[in-house]
């Protein structure tokens, strides 16, 4: 098998410890980091449609990011800037009177894997934090609310609306959470929602391209 | 009949009298948790783990980790005594008052085997750990079952419960966070360890799962479980109530993701949830309402809310079966 082959099947099985080792043997091989950047990124978003779907669970997909995280890292000195990235930073946070970060987290690391830097402001993030952190920080293309509970929804909506009246442009927004709605992500005035990590890294990517 | 009776004739897969409300029928003792796993106003556990309290429950501190590795576990993880935890005498407060003619004491057990785990290590590790080191998984959760079992041998002990609910999340609002052949493999050995030793002893075993879980419902069934607490519409309820009727008795079916569950839902809207419950799931018998009312204070069912008179005035009300 050709090593760029090998590579992404190694990343899409989530056998973290092995990406790097590849990465480095793909280089060696003759092949150029962009070229094996895009490959584990098209890996990824395979595993993204395997989760989307079904196919595979969590932890597998945790293990394919890990990994490509690895690979990146043995990447990052060659690339441009040692920027790893070309679709801009990604602003993302669980909103103001939410502590869970499991899926913000995920979809932190599946955007991550699209392609995009991440600045992860963590959880029970207050408006203005998420208002600083996009004037502050260079060529933020998204910006990614999470929001598990019910009685968050109202954060969700609250930031989303300050970002807008904040007058900064330049980005989009995408929200999630176990009870947003497509509907109400429309409605608080969102460009974007996604059901999951894996459709949150290809919404993600349409909403910048 | 009497919510007990009633509640029996449910339990055998009959046709009961009524459709019961959890919280008219349960007499819940949740400080026995408190005492062995989770802090419910915050604070450390007897693990060492910090909880931090919301109004929608506690939490273990974010990305606060006992340990990353869990090769490391036994270096971290040092089980209590249980003689120090003070099961006894939260036991005796609880239950003062009690009416176990008419009730049915029912007593929580939280923070399951998986829960436990991403408390100790959070869920990334926790969910990679499962894959990338199965071995040391299995062994920590076997011994954290014997701790569970430990535990719920004093409850039965000291409160002479009817049911344990035993809380382990392992799901999220789509799927398993793992696998079923992962369940199965690393976390049902000792989860069927715990379920024995529960039911053994006459005590019914009510497991509670939030998410969409049914992938591994027939495993509940088979091991032992005759409850299912908090079952999400995101699950195929009527089905596994037709399929498992006499088997097991569903608590949920309340669209505690829904536009009835955001806050500020109307009392007419809360009402009709109620009643959309009682005419889709009531006539399948194996059926227990748990309404998820939040507010601005947190769970109804905690801090009081006014539309939970009228609800429940309204579900007496309509046929039920």
Redesign the interface.
Known sequence: MPKMEELKAKVEA?K?KLVPGLVQEALDAGNDAQSILKAMIESMGVVGDKFSS?E?????M??AA?GMAKGVEVLKPLLAGGSSTSLGTCIIGTVE?D?????K?LVAMMIESAGFEVVDL??DVPIAKFIEAIKETKNVTLVALSGL???T??ALKATVEAIKASGMTGFKIIVGG??VTPEFAASIGSDAYA??AGGAAVKAKELVS | MNQRENFQVMLDGGKPEFIPLYMELYKVCLLGANQIDQPWNGGLDPFGVNW?A???GV?PE??KFLFDDIADWKKYVHFPNIDTLGIEGVAQFELAGCNRDEQIVNVFSTTGLFERLAAFMG??NA??S???DPESCQEFFEAMADYKIACHNRFIEVYQPGIITYFDDLA????????PA?YRSLIKPSHKRIIEAVTSRGVIFAQHTCGRCEEIIEDYVEMGVKIWNAAQISNDLEGIMDKYKGRLIVEGGWD???PV???GASTEDVIAEALRCAKQYGPKGNYILVPVL?N?K?NSVMVGDDRLGPMIEAWHKVNKL
Do not use: Q, R, W
């Open positions: 989530g973290a079904g595979v669970f969590i932890p597998e945790l293990m890990k009177g502590l869970h970060d499991i899926g987290n963590g959880v509970l019910t009685t929804m109202p176990a009870p059901p999951d | 931090i919301t109004k929608e939490i974010p990305n869920f990334e969910l990679c499962l894959i990338e999220t609002a789509n799927g398993l966070f793992m696998s992962v505690s993701s829904g569950s955001y806050l939040m601005e947190g």
